[in-house]
């Protein structure tokens, strides 16, 4: 059991991946083994791992009850998700990965993470017709927070040898897009458990991976800020107001 302490509340959670704030279980969406075998770098490394392994839960929409109108408002959402301590075969644990839909002009929503426990690295890239012109690495460590940009894809990895607890805040206004990582088998890279980046052969470009160091400012943590400044995030819904800001 990790107990985790955050301006909204008391989160406690287990080794199955269940969480509840402030006493009350929430309601998870799991992704299993299964879901995510189209995506891993080698699926004969997991053969020994049960389909039906629960690799992370997502808690979506998660609010207090005064502060409901103000997500609602604000069309934003924040949810919380954890991911188990397991490696994926040859690659350490992941999730599926999405790009964002446009949100205005050629600009796709952005989105915002913070860890809340362990550490994650984060794949991104920006793919323009079959062209990967960006592949960029984040690592973010307990209490950091980063920004998605508009206009990239993103994968989620359990780089720090323990649970991942992870809050994002983003627009409620749409539905993310798996299917292009489905059909490429992932991301443009795989991160491997011993810490190297092997290129994708479904992609057709691999612009060397570069770091991307760049944190979001975080004042006390992500939902606080939010609530207690909601058009600080108009963002979530309108990117051009920080597509030069995080390019
Ligand atoms: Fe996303």
């Known amino acids: 059991m990790i107990l985790i302490k955050k301006s909204f509340g008391v989160l406690r959670v287990s080794e199955d991946l269940s969480l509840l704030i402030n006493g009350s279980r929430l309601v998870p969406a799991y992704r299993t083994l299964e879901d995510i075998v189209p995506v891993l770098y080698d699926v004969d490394s997991v053969r020994d791992l049960p389909r039906s392994t629960v690799i992370y839960s997502m808690y979506r929409g998660f609010s207090l009850e005064g502060h409901s109108t103000i997500f609602k408002n604000k069309r934003a959402r924040f949810d919380i998700t954890v991911m188990a301590d397991i490696n994926l075969g040859k690659e350490l644990n992941k999730t599926l990965g999405h790009y964002h839909p446009l949100a205005e002009d050629s600009l796709s929503y952005p989105e915002l993470y913070q ?4 550490e994650a690295t984060y794949l991104l890239q920006k793919k323009v017709g079959g062209d990967i012109l960006d592949f960029a690495v984040a690592k ?3 209490g950091e927070a980063i920004l998605i ?4 894809g993103h994968v989620t990895v ?3 040898r323990s649970l991942l607890v992870m809050a994002n805040l983003v627009s409620d206004s749409f539905q993310s897009l798996y299917d292009d990582y489905i059909k490429n088998r992932g991301a ?4 491997l458990t011993d810490g190297s980046m092997v290129p994708n052969p479904c992609y057709k470009s691999h612009p060397a991976p570069r770091v991307l160091s760049k944190k979001f400012p975080i004042s006390k943590d992500l939902y606080s800020d939010f609530t207690s400044c909601p058009s600080c995030f108009d963002f979530l819904n309108r990117p051009s107001l920080v597509a030069s800001r995080f390019s």
Not at 149 to 152: F, I, K, S, T
Not at 188 to 191: D, F, Q, T, V
């Open 188 to 191: 443009a890279y795989y991160l």
């Open 149 to 152: 940009p508009p206009g990239y």
């Open 158 to 160: 359990n780089s720090g």
């Open 140 to 142: 973010v460590k307990e």
């Open 115 to 118: 860890v809340l426990y362990g």
